[in-house]
């Protein structure tokens, strides 16, 4: 974890909780989960959810980190794929989902590398007390 955050704790519940949304909705039945689905194009729906995943830990952790950030994403939307090819009947592994994960994992390494890493201390400075860290 970066020492420079003053509600690190936080970030990561938030952060975990995010991982956890993903794969439920993931593995929901498709009827459950189409009237949602049918907003975006599945594509970009996968590579949403990972580019937010992948950059939110990017924030969380220092740029020496990242490539293990980026392969535990990188597993998480292959076992994810296999979890729906092996215990759901509505869902199918797709190659082509875990292709536009890769994107989204590999575009927000590109944006964080490009500035977007601070997001976290940003929003810090936002909130109340945001004085400097004793």
Known sequence: MRTDLRF?????????????????????????????????WDKAEHALAFFGMTLWFCGLYPASKWRKV??????LGIGIELAQGAFTTTRAADVHDAIADTVGVLAALLVAWLGLKDWARMLERLLPGSGPRV
């Open 8 to 40: 690190p704790r936080m970030w990561l519940v938030i952060g975990w909780s995010m991982v956890m949304f993903v794969v439920v909705t993931c593995m929901l039945p498709a009827p459950v989960i189409e009237p949602v689905a049918e907003l975006l």
């Open 70 to 75: 980026a392969i535990a994403f990188l597993l």
